[in-house]
């Protein structure tokens, strides 16, 4: 689905492009799509001469869930200090947050194609659980117990 767009990334960037066709819920439940983006870039991390590429050059991408996972890999080798460090890590409309579907980007956008909140819910419970049995309660943020929203009320709040 995005071969066309990383195409032309690569021929106007002049940058080598690797794209992951890591494996889809709801057959490949959490954490498989994470475990094939990992593996990937750890890969290509260990094989930079190989492909010809600056290891001060390396960036990660991706739109949506995408995005999620391009966030995951860079926190998850942002301490490793046995490859290379990425650049950067560039986030396209990133799945970031399943706490509360209830905030006012949410409620704003709630029925703005292409992913309307109902949505947004839809294939974030396919993502973890492969399956959309408590949807309603997600939308209602029924999901959530009140100390864990009380921690992360910080980071997650409307403000």
Known sequence: SHERICQYIAEESGALVVSVGYRLAPE?????????????TQH???HLEHYG?????VTVCGDSAGGNLAAAVSQTL????????LRA????YPGLQALDFNLP????NRGVPLLFRERAVFYSLHYVQGDTANLE????GAHIPPDM???YRKWVNPD
Do not use: T
């Not at 490949?28 to 990937?40: G, I, Q, S, T, W």
């Not at 309660?137 to 209602?140: G, I, K, Y």
């Open 28 to 40: 490949h439940k959490y954490p498989a799509a994470y475990e094939d983006c990992l593996n990937a």
């Open 44 to 46: 290509f991390l260990q």
């Open 53 to 57: 590429v600056d290891p001060a050059r």
């Open 78 to 85: 942002a301490g490793s200090s046995e490859l290379p460090k």
């Open 89 to 92: 890590q560039i986030l396209i």
């Open 105 to 108: 980007s949410y409620q704003q």
């Open 137 to 140: 309660e997600v939308l209602e």
């Open 149 to 151: 929203r009380l921690k």
